[in-house]
């Protein structure tokens, strides 16, 4: 069989020398058309139409017999209806299958080049050890997971070899729509890449283990392995926990009797994280982990000075020096991608070696936490949630469906009329949590409050999140879900995907009202709009065919144009045909020529994110970047421009950078002069100008800031100057009320919830022109925290979180939170939606 070595003609991770990723795909074909051990499974494409590769390796036997393994699997993964001498049966006779994934993050290098030696070794190994995992594991091995962005990364580093610029960061984001951002996709699913390994791990295989390998910054420990620190997430079975400490504590092992210095277990990274697959796993059984090794400049070595390494937090890692979970400290020196190619390479084989060892009690583990999680939801309230089919936004409640679905979890539709604490009308949406995801289920629909203790405060009382203090997708998306807490009786049915009737166009002599409620609307309307097609708004609430509608609701006249667009729907649109003419007064709207500003510095991962949603619901935009601002053509080119949440300093560029942490500013400087971006004091100008001249600005979260300092509004952050022991808000849903008689707070409803990511809150102080500002969201004054951690909550209340103020011929919205967070807050969408249109 042909060695790594030979096809690539230099060893993986070798100084200067990067495997690109179509070569790697060859690779693995090359190797599966020579072996019975392997096989290569295309799951799909990528955004950017590159494959997307799952490499299965076991014995010939196993190979043989997958579709065996995986039913034998899944029944131990769920025992539910399995007598228990069958269960004993198949937990002694079956084989552990564990999941392993490479470089989710494109600049990650070394996972994805260390994947192909794994592999060979593994296919053609014949020790006992080697042949020990072939017998008792199922691999799953996903040797990269962002190919489009190791493509980028890749042939970014060797355009730059040999340059001063070797070794720098990619410009832009390495994922079209994600950069670093994707593994925040797992429960949301809006990437085909996080939908491969959603299906992958929580439909058809359900993995005792999966691992993700990462890289992290490089002065500090050399190696991060299982377990995490406090503290943990709740939900999850204790077993998974345990068994974090299980496979670690032999990875840290193999490592050490490698030789391998400044390995670090138990600290840096908690057990409470953002929902990325290694976090969420966790909740579905599967023991989620990851590993962290340090950087190097891609595949350009790097010289550390001993006084430069540094500890990891001073709660679990305080000093670079020995502590129980780190024994054996790296001494500093050069630092290359080969140390990493290995590390990562004993710490898979180790997972790998030790599911092979304890295969019996592997497949034990599984059955208990199933069978745990299942008499959870039997004997323990919440016994189920229920999600009403007619809510504000009826077409989102189906697309929380699809992502529930997306989880793997056994979803139900009454048959009829049930009782629990209230009445439901059949056709209501159940979860019952007496299933084996119970864990998952809970954390995603259930009311979350992130810990305030010695753990997630430092030595002087700063709080400290990572990442999101909650994930409860439902809140975001804007739907109600209830926690039934007493026992559920009646008729219900499994529903197994979510079918929604065909998109069709009715006739209508007096045109069509559709719900301004409902997101889905707006995209039909800019399809209307492409057509060249008239489009009114209500200004004022209205009853029409026995409805009511809200202010804002689109009114599209007839025309037989409108056939042209049902092929485009995938969705059957909420509109009232109307068979009078309207009464209500309209105004006209018209497609707005949007621009959204772009710069470098590695990209702004609320810009891609903000244009996977533009592009989802068929927003007409064009990327902006720094040349229109600094010759003043914004006016010519625009008539809507999009600030995606961001720093001044990043916006403006390199002559304002002096509050960006300095290590990282010397990394930003060694980036190519034309990719050092920035708007400058011109572009603040020009800026004021378009305002003045008859603009719409759009401001998204810290945008805001930039947006208040251009066009020197009479606008107060109250929180600008707070510390975080202050005011601390990171990634929490808060109620806001809304004004939707204001345009741009048409479609809301009156008490929504928003997500708060330490984002502003506004006071207006303009005493001469008051009248020129108007409050279209505003935090109450009763309790706001909804789900995670808020800390000022006095601050917050009483004040604007979305505000639209005029200015000379037009007009500025300040979006002050997440409105459109990660392609996930649909409950907030509208917000940016409004803005949109002229």
């Not at 050092?676 to 945008?703: H, N, P, Y």
Request: one cysteine or more; hydrophobic letters at 40%.
């Amino acid at each position: 069989m042909t060695s790594p070595g030979s096809f690539f003609g230099f060893e993986l991770g070798s100084d200067r020398q990067l495997a690109r990723w179509d070569q790697i795909v060859s690779y693995f074909e090359l190797l599966a058309s020579q072996t019975q051990r392997m096989r290569v499974n295309e799951m799909g494409k990528t955004v950017e139409g590159n494959p997307f590769i799952l490499v299965i390796i076991s014995s010939e036997k196993n190979i043989e017999q997958l579709a065996h393994w995986r039913e034998v699997n899944s029944k131990i993964s769920d025992p539910r209806g399995v007598d228990k001498e069958a269960l004993d049966d198949l937990v002694a006779s079956g084989k552990a299958v564990i999941c392993q994934s490479m470089s989710l993050h494109a600049n990650e290098v070394g996972g994805t080049q260390m994947a192909p030696e794994l592999a060979y070794d593994l296919v053609t190994g014949e020790d006992g050890p080697t042949r020990l995992i072939r017998d008792n594991v199922i691999f799953l091995m996903v040797p990269c997971f962002n190919p489009d962005g190791q493509i980028m990364v890749t042939d970014w580093y060797d355009e730059h070899l040999d340059s001063e610029y070797e070794g720098s960061m990619l410009p832009w984001l390495y994922h079209r729509y994600a950069g670093h951002d994707n593994n925040r996709d797992a429960f949301m699913q809006n990437l085909p890449e996080s939908q491969y390994m959603a299906r992958l791990l929580f439909s058809e295989w359900t993995p005792q283990a999966y691992q993700d390998h990462h890289h992290m910054g490089g002065y500090g420990a050399r190696f991060y392995v299982a377990p995490y620190c406090e503290p943990i997430h709740p939900h999850a079975d204790p077993l998974v926990w345990r068994e974090h400490a299980w496979f670690g504590s032999h990875m840290a092992t193999l490592l050490e009797q490698a030789g391998k210095r400044g390995v670090l277990n138990a600290a840096q990274f908690e057990g409470w994280g953002h929902l990325g697959f290694h976090w969420l796993t966790a909740y579905h059984n599967i023991a989620g982990m990851l590993t962290e090794s340090a950087s190097c400049k891609l595949a350009t070595p790097l010289y550390i000075h001993p006084e430069q390494l540094e500890g990891a937090c001073d709660r679990t890692m305080p000093a670079y020096t020995e502590q129980t979970n780190f024994p054996h400290p790296w001494p500093g020196g050069w630092w290359r991608l080969r140390d990493i190619v290995e590390q990562q390479k004993i710490s898979a084989w180790a997972l790998l070696d030790f599911a092979a060892r304890h295969r019996h009690d592997v497949l034990k583990n599984a059955r208990i936490k199933a069978e745990r999680q299942i008499q959870r939801g039997r004997t323990d309230a919440p016994y189920a949630y229920a999600i009403a089919k007619e809510q504000h936004d009826p077409l989102t409640v189906l697309k929380l469906l699809d992502v529930l679905l997306g989880q793997g979890f056994e979803l139900h539709q009454a048959q009829e009329e049930f009782t629990a604490g209230r009445t439901y009308p059949q056709g209501t949406y159940v979860l019952f949590t007496a299933q084996p995801k119970r864990g998952a289920i809970m954390t995603l629909l259930g009311t979350t409050y992130h810990p305030d203790n010695q753990w997630t405060r430092d030595s002087e009382g700063y709080p400290q999140v990572r990442d999101m203090a909650t994930d409860t997708v439902a809140e975001f998306m804007g739907v109600e879900v209830d926690e039934l807490r007493d026992p559920v009786q009646g008729e219900f049915a499994r529903i197994e995907e979510v079918k929604r009737p065909p998109a069709y166009v009715p006739a209508s002599s007096h045109g069509y009202l559709l719900d301004v409620g409902c997101n889905d609307n707006y995209r039909l309307v800019n399809l209307v709009l492409e057509q060249g097609l008239e489009v009114f708004r209500t200004t004022e609430p209205c009853w029409v065919e026995g409805r009511h509608h809200q202010a804002g609701s689109f009114y599209v006249p007839p025309s037989p144009q409108l056939e042209r667009i049902k092929d485009s729907l995938p969705f059957r649109a909420l509109w009232t045909v109307m068979s009078t003419p309207l009464e209500a007064p309209v105004s006209e709207i018209k497609k707005a020529r949007t621009g959204m500003y772009q710069r470098y510095w590695g990209g702004n991962m609320d810009e891609g994110w903000t244009r996977l949603v533009l592009e989802q619901f068929s927003f007409p935009f064009q990327t902006v970047r720094d040349a229109p601002f600094k010759e003043g053509r914004l006016l010519e080119e625009m008539d809507v421009l999009i600030l995606p949440s961001d720093s001044m300093a990043f916006m403006l560029g390199h002559n304002h950078q002096d509050t960006v942490d300095r290590r990282f500013l010397q990394m930003i400087k060694s980036s190519p002069p034309e990719y050092r971006s920035g708007i400058g004091e011109a572009g603040m100008k020009a800026i004021a100008d378009f305002v003045a001249g008859g603009g719409r600005l759009v401001a998204l979260d810290a945008a805001c800031a930039l947006a208040i300092t251009a066009c020197d509004l009479m606008v107060e952050d109250v929180t600008a100057s707070k510390s975080t022991r202050e005011y601390f808000c990171k990634g929490s849903t808060l109620r806001v009320g809304v004004d939707t008689m204001d345009p741009l707070g048409y479609g809301m409803k009156s008490e929504a919830w928003v997500v708060n990511w330490n984002s502003s809150a506004f006071s207006i102080t303009d005493q001469l022109r008051p009248h020129d500002y108007a409050v279209v969201a505003r935090y109450p004054q009763t309790p706001l925290l909804k789900s995670g951690w808020l800390i000022g909550e006095p601050l917050l209340q009483g004040k604007a979180a979305v505000l639209r103020v005029c200015q000379g011929d037009g007009d500025i919205a300040l979006l002050g939170c997440r409105v459109q967070h990660r392609a996930q807050t649909h409950g907030t969408f509208k917000l940016l939606f409004n803005a949109l249109y002229r």
